[in-house]
């Protein structure tokens, strides 16, 4: 595993994505066949099942150590991962080993099928045998918690380079559900494979954020406005007998969502679709958290079908009956896609995303300011004779959000920044009261000024009350006021809630500790937009 | 009868002797263990350190009234005998040893076992107390030896000449530094310094410290003419000071370095394992060479410390104290001006 541990190593080191693709390139150019596999798996979430219960797993890696469990579970949250603070804590391999990665990984899948005790003494030689990284990798292996800091979009573009195929059509290549079982690196990579034109996607369009004013755009007449709904934005392709449904990182998502399968014999061939998946009940969407259970799955159980079924809410059309139309207007394009959609069964999943009509922007504003009951985020402006660009651009459509959320919070933890704020505090932790206790319940890392960082900062020097590594917990004295898009309940966080895109809008000087928010507060939030 | 040192507001205590030691605020007479800013603080009336911790101070502090003395040398201090012994931690740093009647008690300041070929090596000292920091107490913190992380620092360093860019290390200005430049291969390349790195290099080299040759950077330096060079600086000078080097790689030399969200949070490129303290068996084999039956453990990760300790039969502690240990985002004092 030594190769696979060096690359691990190269990836982990470096935050440039060069430098990332060219490891990898690398290595799919100078490892074996079965290693290269593997590690397309490993790198595409196919990693092996979890094998091993973790709490035995640290009763052994202390025991192995020859420290009490009780100063192993002290030093795990210090850490903060499991399988380093396995690694970090045995003594070194009395054994050393170089076995290839998929030796370990078979090592890891037959333990699974173990005897409790046969397991134990499987995994101490396996400690014995390995160092270092390589020590950490199966540790990850048996914890089932591979993860490394490369997307499935990064690995395919290196395997692009090292076997000189067009990214789209190893994209296409490594969806569905194979695993190194089933196929061989030559089959599933090296095989042509006709059908990858047919997936091929459009760059998507995408929209600035409003920061002026909505009037300044000019006549609200020629403007489209919609719902911004929260979902995960999608492109949906129709052709020839067969669909694809594409994210905006250009992931292919087509198997995650099998209930647009059906479009197929409604929908004509030669169509692709620009739009939002949401998981969708009756005449409302469900909580985004409905919706994230079904992320990151590459295969759906029917129960969860049943119970966050999915549509799509189609913002626009970009090929029709087979022609690129994406230099037709808004306009043209929308009233074709509204067109085609008014003669599908009304219980497909495709729904239209339905135009506001408004004689003002005043008339506009009033209608966003509702979006948050609706479970929509704002409004989506676009204007009527753009055509459907590619990236960022500024000028034709723009995304206008409602105001964000809000709470006072008092600050528990704080933890330096990264990069040009490695010297500052800039990750801090804040609670809200449950009585007399503080409860943590978001991170935040943004939204004050540098200035505002480094008064903080020289204020948690003073008042560190307790160091855990390179994270300080101060004293409970200032309140800031938390701006947050959205709240879901989590079994994941000690007070029940998880916000999305928590961020520090005011520093509450003027707010007494006593006076910040309770976890009361927090519950009603989530019963109101949860 | 009370202890022999005592833990004050001020430091600690010897009242038999009428001194602290490395205390945080000013009182007449200070004895200190070594010349970093958490432990040898400015306003003292009268200092004492060893004479290869001296210089340092001087040029810290400014002119202060300091005493300085040999290692081993005992000298009668009111009531007590008080001798400094070598610490391992960086030049001229020391354990101050206090008797009296026969009791001996032991302040270790910072210390690590490990010979680093540059700083006087640690001397296991008895007492009936020790008083030990315990900044890397936890039993995921295991150094490597020194030999095995400089291969690594000169295999990135070489690296990194041969593919035309700029290796920055960062480590602090006054100790690791120096060890790191000591040991580097010197035949990579040229080696350049920031201001409070290279100022802590003229007053060692002035005491007889052996150092490689360094380039301070000034703004008129042309960098070109250094191609592939090693910039040693202050973690503190990362960012806008390191900017002027172009095409480079980062590195952190840190105890820290061991845990991989640390690495990975410091955003840069390579992370060494490499402390100037005691890492978890170095901390267990020196307390267990003293023969203490007293624990007391000041700063690093005390709580957790001190239960292994008392798990381990001794009579264990926790000691408040102002000191930072290791601490990774702590502005260094000799940069801020
Ligand atoms: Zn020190
Ligand atoms: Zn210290």
């Not at chain 1, 089932?144 to 395919?156: C, D, I, N, P, Y």
């Not at chain 1, 760059?203 to 409003?210: I, N, S």
């Not at chain 1, 197929?264 to 739009?275: S, W």
């Not at chain 1, 009585?435 to 960082?453: H, I, M, Q, R, W």
Request: glycine share 8%; net charge negative; proline share 5%.
């Amino acid at each position: 595993m030594k190769r696979f541990a060096q690359l691990f190593t190269v990836l982990d080191q470096t935050t440039k994505t060069t430098l990332k693709t060219a490891a990898m390139a690398d290595y799919f150019r100078d490892a074996p066949d079965d290693d290269k596999l593997w590690c397309i798996a490993l790198f595409s979430s196919r990693r092996p099942k979890r094998a091993i219960n973790t709490t035995r797993l640290r009763e052994w890696a202390a025991e192995r150590a020859g420290i009490p469990l009780w100063l192993f579970e002290e030093a795990y949250p210090i850490v903060g991962d499991l399988a380093e603070t396995i690694s970090l804590v045995l003594p070194l391999p009395s054994n050393p080993q170089d076995h290839s990665l998929t030796h370990w990984v078979n090592y890891v899948i037959d333990l699974g099928m173990l005897e409790e005790t046969d397991r134990k003494s499987g995994i101490l030689k396996a400690w014995d045998q390995l160092d270092g990284v390589e020590r950490f990798l199966f540790n990850k292996l048996i914890t089932g918690g591979f993860r490394v800091g490369v997307s499935q979009k990064l690995m395919t573009r290196a395997l692009a380079k090292a076997t000189d195929q067009p990214e789209a059509q190893l994209t296409h290549k490594l969806m569905g559900n194979w695993t190194p079982a089933t196929t061989s690196y030559h089959a599933l990579i090296l095989t042509d494979d006709p059908a990858a034109d047919l997936s091929k996607p459009y760059p998507f369009y995408l929209a600035y954020q409003l920061d002026g004013e909505a009037q300044d755009l000019g006549d609200v007449t020629e403007w489209s406005a919609e719902y911004k709904w929260d979902g995960i934005r999608g492109q949906l392709i129709l052709r020839d007998g067969q669909h694809f449904l594409w994210s905006r990182g250009e992931d292919l998502m087509t198997d995650r969502f099998p209930e647009l399968a059906q479009l197929v014999d409604f929908v004509p061939p030669g169509t692709v679709i620009d739009g939002e998946v949401l998981a969708w009940q009756g005449d409302a969407p469900l909580p985004f958290s409905a919706l994230q259970k079904r992320i990151g799955r590459k295969t759906v159980p029917k129960k969860l079908l049943s119970e966050a079924p999915v549509v799509l809410k189609a913002y626009d059309l970009l090929e029709w009956q087979g022609q690129d139309i994406r230099d037709w207007s808004f306009k043209k394009r929308r009233a074709q896609l509204a067109d085609m959609i008014v003669d599908l069964p009304d219980d497909l999943p495709l729904r239209l995303s339905d135009s506001l009509t408004a004689d003002s922007w005043q008339d506009l504003a009033d209608q966003r300011a509702i979006s948050r009951d609706l479970g929509a985020e704002g409004l989506m402006l676009k204007r009527l004779d753009s055509p459907y660009l590619s990236g960022r651009k500024k000028g034709d459509w723009w995304k206008w959000k409602v105001d964000p959320l809000t709470i006072d919070a008092v600050m528990i933890y704080a933890q330096s920044g990264h990069g040009r704020r490695a010297n500052l505090f800039t990750d801090f932790t804040f609670a809200v009261w449950n009585g007399n206790d503080l409860v943590p319940f978001t991170k935040a890392y943004s939204g004050l000024t540098d200035a505002e960082f480094r008064q903080i900062t020289q204020w948690v020097k003073k008042n560190t009350l307790q160091r855990f590594g390179p994270v300080r917990q101060v004293k409970p004295e200032h309140v800031f006021e938390i701006a947050f898009e959205g709240i879901q309940e989590s079994t994941r966080h000690k007070s029940g809630v998880a916000l999305r895109f928590p961020r520090m809008s005011r520093w509450r000087h003027d707010k007494p500790l006593q006076e910040a928010n309770t976890l009361g507060d927090l519950k009603e939030m989530l019963q109101q937009y949860g | 009868m009370g202890d022999l040192l005592t833990f004050t507001d001020s430091g600690i205590y010897c009242e038999k002797g009428g001194f602290y030691v490395d205390p945080w605020r000013p009182v007449d007479r200070a004895l200190i263990t070594h010349g970093h800013a958490d432990h040898a603080r400015s306003g003292h009336a009268h200092y004492m350190a060893t004479h290869a911790a001296a210089p340092v101070m001087r040029h810290r502090l400014g002119d202060i009234d300091l005493q300085s003395i040999d290692y081993g040398t005992v000298q009668r201090i009111g009531d007590v005998d008080v001798s400094f012994h070598p610490a391992g931690h960086v030049p001229g740093s020391a354990q101050i040893r206090i008797e009296h009647k026969g009791e001996v008690w032991v302040v270790s300041g910072d210390y690590k076992i490990e010979p680093d070929g540059f700083s006087e090596p640690f001397e296991p000292v008895t007492c009936h107390a020790f008083i030990t920091e315990c900044t890397f107490g936890l039993p995921v913190f295991k150094w490597q030896p020194q030999n095995n992380v400089m291969d690594q620092i000169n295999d990135w360093w070489r690296k990194n000449a041969a593919a035309g860019r700029t290796s920055v290390l960062g480590a602090y200005a006054l100790g690791k530094a120096q060890r790191i430049l000591s040991a580097v291969n010197a035949d990579i390349g040229p080696i350049l310094t920031h201001g409070a790195v290279e100022n802590t290099n003229d007053v060692l080299r002035a005491q007889g410290l052996i150092l490689p040759d360094t380039i301070r950077v000034t703004p008129d330096l042309d960098l070109k003419s250094y191609s592939g060079a090693l910039v040693v600086c202050p973690p503190s000078g990362f960012g806008s000071w390191t900017q002027r080097f172009g095409a480079q790689s980062t590195a952190f030399a840190s105890g820290w370095m061991a845990v991989r969200g640390v690495r990975r949070r410091r955003a840069a490129d390579r992370g060494f394992v490499m402390s100037d303290h005691a890492d978890w068996d170095g901390l267990n084999t020196a307390i267990a060479e003293t023969g203490a039956e007293r624990i007391f453990v000041t700063h690093g990760y005390t709580s957790i410390f001190r239960r292994w300790l008392e798990d381990q039969g001794y009579d264990a502690q926790i000691v408040e104290t102002e000191y930072e240990g290791d601490a990774l985002d702590q502005t260094d004092p000799e940069i801020a001006a």
